[in-house]
């Protein structure tokens, strides 16, 4: 298994390693060794279609030529094929198969029938509807303290850049009890930190809610209480692990939600908030279901809160339409509110949104050159941020002997914390901050402090 992109797509890798697991197919690391290689692609943006085209390639470079060897085959999995369901079986025939997410559940049946069936079939459903439920098998493809936990599937914001909805469906949730049931066998095998995950954390429970009040009445009108209740059901799980929120939506918060956070003993003290600008032109253009107001407001009231927050967020510069006026606002913006952690992006037109077709497209060397100036900001206000830490004592949770995070790093996303002697992989422990780097710090253990 070979899978690219997000947490999201690698928790769909972990079900069909399940599937087959349990269908008593032996799972190799070899692929000189493996009669069936899949690669779990991600179709999100161009750089990341490259990239899983050329793991395609490169699949079948390892498999072979199928001269002589009938039993090595290649499936292709995950949002490249969701995508384009119709298009890749005539221009990739190196793959044997193609399946998007209604058949992760079930990709054992498939690769039997691939075993003798005919090269280069399209097994994807439009519009998919699968979600995983508390007893899916599943393999673990991250360390034994920490897993995904996808507590729904798909989008319905109609963002004019992304085409997350067209690959992964309407949002549809899971049920609490189904989600609490699997932190808790999570837990009770040694996890130390949940991270939740889905497109929009913060729509949790929405639908489910208006499925039962009917549609005329619509959507909770509290915005949020699904999340709540969510995290008072994990918060009642015995034991000592984080919860941490990823992929939270601006225009989902509510001070209830942010009161339940605050409250939670479980819940880490770190939002994760894609924004994607600030500017009202631009949050319009993108659809983003927010204003400048709202966003600014909203920060406020998350620090006020829930003191001691680090908060992530995403930015998107170059987009259709952004002018250097735009731009000089979100560099404002970000100065003044000074993000923990941040990333940002450079616009990428992809077909099929409304923004492709947008007038005021960004020359490239424009979107680089903004990107650059938004990174060397955020870059000098990390290495602030980072400094103010040095002779503080914070709790870390070992990712090896001598590398720690903090509640403000999450795993493969964020910094982490070098440690000066080492600690048990997988606990956690008080350290004390002696360093500090742009991204990263560095700590000795507390006990080791004379």
Request: a neutral charge; aromatic letters at 6%; one cysteine or more.
């Amino acid at each position: 298994m070979i899978s690219l992109g997000c947490a999201k797509n690698l928790s769909d890798a972990e079900v069909m390693l399940g599937a087959l697991g349990r269908a008593g197919y032996p799972i190799t690391a070899d692929p000189d060794g493996a009669d069936v290689l899949i690669v779990n692609t991600c179709g999100f943006i161009e750089s990341a279609r490259e990239e899983s085209v050329a793991a395609i390639f490169d699949a079948r470079r390892q498999l072979g030529h199928r001269r002589g060897k009938r039993h090595r085959k290649l499936i292709v999995a995950g949002c490249l094929s969701q995508r384009y369901p119709s298009e890749l079986p005539g221009s990739m025939p190196e793959a044997d198969a193609f399946i998007g997410l209604d058949q992760i559940g079930h990709i054992d049946q498939i690769v039997a029938d691939v075993w003798e069936g005919a090269p280069g079939r399209s097994y994807v459903t439009p519009k998919p509807r699968y979600i995983p439920d508390w007893d899916t098998p599943r393999v673990r493809l991250t360390p034994r303290h920490y897993a995904y936990v996808k507590i729904a599937e798909g989008c319905n914001h109609p963002c004019t850049f992304c085409a997350i909805p067209r690959m992964r469906g309407r949002h549809r949730s899971r049920h609490i009890d189904s989600i609490v049931s699997e932190a808790q066998g999570l837990v009770a095998a040694g996890t130390r930190e949940l991270l939740l995950i889905s497109q929009d954390t913060t729509y949790f429970g929405m639908d489910l809610w208006k499925e039962k009040a009917g549609p005329r009445q619509g959507a909770d009108p509290s915005r949020g209480p699904g999340l709540i209740q969510l995290i008072e059901g994990l918060d009642a799980i015995d034991g000592d692990f984080w919860v941490r929120l990823l992929y939270t939506h601006p225009a989902h918060w509510s001070d209830a939600l942010i009161a339940a956070i605050a409250s939670s003993r479980k819940v880490a003290r770190y939002i994760d908030i894609p924004l994607q600008h600030i500017h009202g032109e631009m949050l319009r253009a993108m659809r983003r279901e927010t204003s400048e107001a709202h966003i600014v407001d909203l920060v406020r009231r998350i620090r006020q809160g829930i003191p001691g927050v680090a908060l992530r967020t995403t930015f998107i510069v170059g987009f259709p339409g952004e002018t250097e006026a735009h731009f000089e606002r979100l560099l404002q913006f970000i100065e003044e509110t000074r993000f923990e952690r941040l990333g940002v992006f450079t616009y990428s037109k992809e077909e099929g949104t409304r923004a492709a077709s947008m007038p005021g497209q960004v020359p490239a060397r424009t979107r680089q050159r903004r990107f650059e100036r938004a990174m060397e900001l955020q870059q000098r206000l990390a290495r602030e941020i980072q400094g103010a830490r040095v002779g503080t004592r914070i709790r870390v949770l070992a990712d090896a002997p001598k590398i720690a995070r903090s509640e403000a790093d999450a795993p493969g996303i964020d910094g982490t914390v070098l440690l000066e002697a080492p600690l048990p992989v997988g606990e956690f422990a008080e350290v004390d901050v002696v360093g500090a780097s742009d991204y990263d710090l560095v700590a000795r253990p507390a006990e080791a402090t004379g």
